[in-house]
């Protein structure tokens, strides 16, 4: 069975620039969340959705934004780029919108420069 | 606001020896606790989660965990430690009314000795 899918697995942007992370969820599950993990932290929690409904959001800026398909896969906006911006992005898929556990994938390397 | 803390940063163990990685949470309802672990460069595998229940949970790899209220802390065990369980550990909390938002704590580095 396939898990957690996530592209680019790498990428490098310019400072000032728009980026998009892709997600496909595990089948079946209709929750997407993301993650963002600075080098040497925990990860931290930026959205939820579920059924295509922002279910959660985490203390980041409106620069950050997301959408989840009608199929349950999700993308993840970030204009702006600031070099703070570099980062480990996860995605990570549950069955449910709350309650379960989290399934976590490879995840997107962004460094911006 | 539900919080995690995991005091050990760095810690090494000799390959067999027993390990306990150290959990502490604030969370203000039942909650809903997570080790997961990180090798380079890669995603996070969920080795154990306690929901309900009997407090010590049993996770893959040989791994385990108590939930202890009074102490407000989910330790992570192993009896023998292999080297391949060199990696970064995370504890996380999640909990009824947050979705499915997790609280991680900032981890801790295991090198194992051979």
């Known amino acids: 069975d396939a898990g957690v899918t996530q592209s680019p697995t790498h990428l490098i942007k310019t400072r000032g620039r728009q980026v998009t992370l892709r997600c496909s969820p595990i089948?079946?599950?209709?929750?997407v969340s993301w993650y963002q993990q600075v080098l040497g932290q925990g990860p931290q929690f930026i959205f939820q959705y579920y059924e295509k409904e922002e279910r959660g959001r985490g203390n980041f800026p409106d620069r950050f934004s997301a959408r989840q398909f009608p199929n349950y896969s999700s993308e993840l906006n970030v204009n702006a780029l600031l070099l703070g911006d570099s980062a480990l992005y996860l995605c990570?898929?549950?069955?449910?919108?709350?309650?379960?556990?989290?399934?976590f994938g490879q995840g997107t390397r962004l460094t911006v420069v | 606001a539900q919080s995690v803390t995991q005091p050990d940063i760095h810690i090494t163990v000799s390959e067999g020896a027993s390990l306990e990685l150290r959990c502490n949470y604030s969370?203000?309802?039942?909650?809903?606790l997570f080790w997961y672990v990180q090798s380079p460069g890669q995603g996070l595998q969920l080795l154990l989660k306690?929901?309900?229940?009997?407090?010590l949970v049993q996770g893959i790899k040989g791994f385990e965990a108590e939930f202890k209220r009074s102490q407000s802390s989910f330790n992570l065990r192993k009896p023998s430690v292999h080297w391949s369980d060199a990696a970064e550990y995370f504890c996380a909390v999640g909990g009824t009314g947050g979705g499915n938002k997790l609280t991680f704590g900032t981890g801790t580095q295991l090198k194992v000795e051979l």
């Open positions: 990570a898929s549950s069955f449910l919108g709350t309650n379960t556990e989290a399934f």
């Open positions: 969370y203000g309802a039942t909650p809903y």
């Open positions: 089948s079946g599950h209709k929750s």
């Open positions: 306690y929901f309900s229940g009997d407090t």
